[in-house]
Antibody, heavy 121, light 108 residues
Framework: EVQLVQSGAEVKKPGESLNISCKGS????????IGWVRQMPGKGLEWMGI????????RYSPSFQGQVTISADKSINTAYLHWSSLRASDTAMYFC??????????????WGQGTMVTVSS | EIVLTQSPGTLSLSPGERATLSCRAS???????FAWYQQKPGQAPRLLIY???SRATGIPDRFSGSGSGTDFTLTISRLEPEDFAVYYC?????????FGQGTKLEIK
């Protein structure tokens, strides 16, 4: 089955670091771009950035540049979203998603189930 | 940065009716890099339309997309009960590849 499976919900304190993951299966993971999308509680979708899973080419939204790091390990078909110092405002659901057809400019045709991150003291 | 503005914010219709959702871009979206997604509560978004008018795999033909340049439309020809959800547009021409703020389609 073609799917993206994300890591489980996290509860963290402000200032802590965090990695969440997104594992692809059923397709050639390293041939596709993977993106991350934030959805704050009760709000809309925000595009955070993308990475080419077969390399290190990465693009960030200016809103998230410097706030998070997107990476990928093609040897284990996994993409990551990393925070070095969490804030309460990072509380949100985070989705990973794959670009249709593997194109650099692609709609998101396959989505993970989402990872809820809660940051609270 | 391209800003997408969806209208209306909320659309109240009955099953069987036709729904027309709009999305306006602040700049021209070139090469038809435009998509629509559906999201139901507690679920990940689902791709409906890409390339302005191409239906994604498994999407019923009551969903159709149209438009060009800065004005785009998602039409649902005859609403089914499962179509009531939030719909988002997205341009994937320029970075950041922003989404619209969403249109909530609710049962009247």
């Amino acid at each position: 089955e073609v799917q993206l499976v994300q890591s489980g919900a996290e509860v963290k304190k402000p200032g802590e670091s965090l990695n969440i993951s997104c594992k692809g299966s059923g397709y050639s993971f390293s041939s596709y771009w993977i993106g991350w999308v934030r959805q704050m509680p009760g709000k809309g979708l925000e595009w955070m950035g993308i990475i080419y899973a077969g390399g290190s080419d990465t693009r960030y939204s200016p809103s998230f540049q410097g706030q998070v790091t997107i990476s990928a390990d093609k040897s284990i078909n996994t993409a990551y979203l990393h925070w070095s110092s969490l804030r309460a405002s990072d509380t949100a659901m985070y989705f990973c998603a794959r670009h249709l057809g593997g194109s650099y400019k692609g709609a998101f045709d396959l989505w993970g189930q989402g990872t809820m991150v809660t940051v609270s003291s | 940065e391209i800003v997408l503005t969806q209208s209306p914010g909320t659309l109240s219709l009955s099953p069987g009716e036709r729904a027309t959702l709009s999305c306006r871009a602040s700049q021209t979206v070139s090469s038809n890099y435009f998509a629509w997604y559906q999201q139901k509560p507690g679920q990940a978004p689902r791709l409906l339309i890409y390339g302005v008018s191409s239906r994604a795999t498994g999407i019923p033909d009551r969903f159709s997309g149209s438009g060009s340049g800065t004005d785009f439309t998602l039409t649902i020809s005859r609403l089914e009960p499962e179509d009531f959800a939030v719909y988002y547009c997205q341009q994937y021409d320029n970075s950041p590849r922003n989404f619209g703020q969403g249109t909530k389609l609710e049962i009247k």
